[in-house]
């Protein structure tokens, strides 16, 4: 088949570029470019990238070609990333950046150039089942599996997409980089937002939205301190709180358990522990289910509230206009704007935006 691959510049897309075409497929690489706002910036890794990217298509033999998608990128995904934060919630930007960027636009764009297929570097399997859908299925190695990210996908995209990773271990995908000589084998995964790169975190939003000082106050209505504004702290968030005066005799450390928009104050609590860090009940808007329909209700499924966990057990309802997960076990701090992710076995189902 014609298969286009999203050709990052990273070690996973060249493996999987190089993967399809000892395949025997006819495989182009596309690599995108999303972000233009600070290009020369130190934390915008864009031309290094691309300099990876098309050192890998020469080595594996392959075309490439650079595509511009940062007004679809500023349009679908930034747009809607800056209005969640300005509304004090935490949204997650690469769910939204594979269904409206990598499974949308450059879809799109590749299906124009004739491929039959799309893929990716991402650790997640597609197969079609007896009834003709599309299920998306956990990658093998639990450490990198991508599912989560992806749970927004619809069967016309899934249809299209190939995932040559989906059981490979990520050691596995380095070792074949290196004995096929990749030149970036050893390159760092990326760890920061979706095609905006590693960057001073607080000081990037600052730049998009204003300051808005207010209180730091514990559950019973004690200011413990200042914060800079709703918008730069996240549920469950540690570090850069900078709370001095009163404090309970513990010495824990404080966390931030809740946002009281009304008043503009920031809730925080001491200890890791501390109950109000905990919900067994994670309320859902904006659902997204795979197959089209919801699940059925009940028990039976293993659900996330953020990517880097475990799946836990949990029951789906649908009260009404609310559909809920109820986890068996309090989960610890799940965070408005990110999203509760479902699963039957390795089976990812879909989720929704956490209330």
Same mark, same amino acid.
């Given at each position: 088949m014609k298969v286009v691959v999203g050709l990052s510049g990273g070690v996973d897309s060249a493996v999987t570029a190089h993967l399809l075409k000892q395949q025997g497929h006819d495989v182009l690489g596309i690599f995108m470019k999303n972000w233009e706002d600070d290009?020369?910036?130190? =934390?915008?890794?864009?031309?290094?990238?691309?300099?990876?990217?098309?050192?890998?298509?020469?080595?594996?033999g392959i075309d490439i070609e650079v595509v511009n998608f940062a007004n679809? =990128? *500023?349009d679908r995904v930034f747009s809607y990333f800056l209005s969640e934060y300005e509304a004090g919630r935490t949204p997650n930007p690469d769910v939204l950046c594979n269904t409206e960027i990598k499974f949308a636009a450059f879809l799109d764009h590749a299906v124009k150039l004739g491929a039959e297929k799309i893929a990716t570097g991402h650790y997640a399997g597609v197969r079609q089942t007896a009834d003709g859908k599309f299920e998306l299925l956990k990658g093998d190695d639990d450490s990198k599996d991508q599912s989560y990210f992806l749970h927004r996908?619809?069967?016309?995209?899934?249809?299209?997409?190939?995932?040559?990773?989906a059981n490979l271990p990520k050691k596995e995908v380095r070792v074949i980089a290196e004995s096929?000589? #990749?030149?970036?084998?050893?390159? *760092?995964d990326s760890t920061g937002i979706c095609f905006i790169g590693e960057r001073p975190f607080r000081e990037f939003l600052?730049?998009?939205?204003?300051?808005?000082?207010? *209180?730091?106050?514990?559950?019973?209505?004690?200011?413990v301190g200042q914060h800079q504004g709703l918008a730069y702290y996240t549920l469950g968030q540690r570090g850069g709180l900078h709370i001095g005066g009163a404090r309970d005799s513990?010495?824990?450390?404080?966390?931030?358990?809740?946002?009281?928009?009304? *008043?503009?104050?920031? #809730?925080?609590? /001491?200890?890791?522990?501390?109950?109000?860090?905990?919900?067994?009940?994670?309320p859902l808007v904006n659902t997204h289910w795979i197959a089209g329909d919801a699940p059925a209700l009940g028990n039976?499924?293993?659900?996330?509230?953020? =990517?880097? /966990?475990?799946?836990?057990?949990?029951?789906?309802?649908?009260?009404?206009?609310?559909?809920?997960?109820?986890?068996?076990?309090?989960?610890?701090?799940?965070?408005?704007?990110? $999203?509760?992710?479902? $699963?039957?076995?390795?089976?990812?189902?879909?989720?929704?935006?956490i209330a």
């Amino acid at each position: 088949m014609k298969v286009v691959v999203g050709l990052s510049g990273g070690v996973d897309s060249a493996v999987t570029a190089h993967l399809l075409k000892q395949q025997g497929h006819d495989v182009l690489g596309i690599f995108m470019k999303n972000w233009e706002d600070d290009d020369n910036n130190e =934390y915008c890794s864009t031309r290094e990238d691309l300099v990876d990217a098309v050192s890998v298509a020469d080595h594996i033999g392959i075309d490439i070609e650079v595509v511009n998608f940062a007004n679809e =990128y *500023k349009d679908r995904v930034f747009s809607y990333f800056l209005s969640e934060y300005e509304a004090g919630r935490t949204p997650n930007p690469d769910v939204l950046c594979n269904t409206e960027i990598k499974f949308a636009a450059f879809l799109d764009h590749a299906v124009k150039l004739g491929a039959e297929k799309i893929a990716t570097g991402h650790y997640a399997g597609v197969r079609q089942t007896a009834d003709g859908k599309f299920e998306l299925l956990k990658g093998d190695d639990d450490s990198k599996d991508q599912s989560y990210f992806l749970h927004r996908l619809n069967q016309a995209q899934l249809s299209k997409a190939m995932f040559p990773l989906a059981n490979l271990p990520k050691k596995e995908v380095r070792v074949i980089a290196e004995s096929m000589g #990749i030149p970036n084998f050893a390159k *760092k995964d990326s760890t920061g937002i979706c095609f905006i790169g590693e960057r001073p975190f607080r000081e990037f939003l600052e730049r998009y939205l204003p300051k808005k000082p207010g *209180k730091m106050v514990t559950p019973e209505g004690d200011t413990v301190g200042q914060h800079q504004g709703l918008a730069y702290y996240t549920l469950g968030q540690r570090g850069g709180l900078h709370i001095g005066g009163a404090r309970d005799s513990s010495g824990e450390p404080w966390y931030v358990a809740g946002k009281n928009i009304a *008043k503009n104050q920031l #809730i925080v609590v /001491q200890g890791r522990e501390h109950p109000a860090l905990r919900r067994s009940e994670v309320p859902l808007v904006n659902t997204h289910w795979i197959a089209g329909d919801a699940p059925a209700l009940g028990n039976g499924y293993g659900g996330k509230t953020r =990517y880097r /966990q475990p799946d836990a057990a949990c029951a789906y309802a649908n009260e009404g206009e609310r559909e809920t997960l109820h986890f068996h076990e309090g989960q610890w701090a799940p965070t408005p704007g990110q $999203y509760a992710v479902l $699963y039957q076995g390795n089976v990812c189902l879909g989720g929704g935006v956490i209330a």
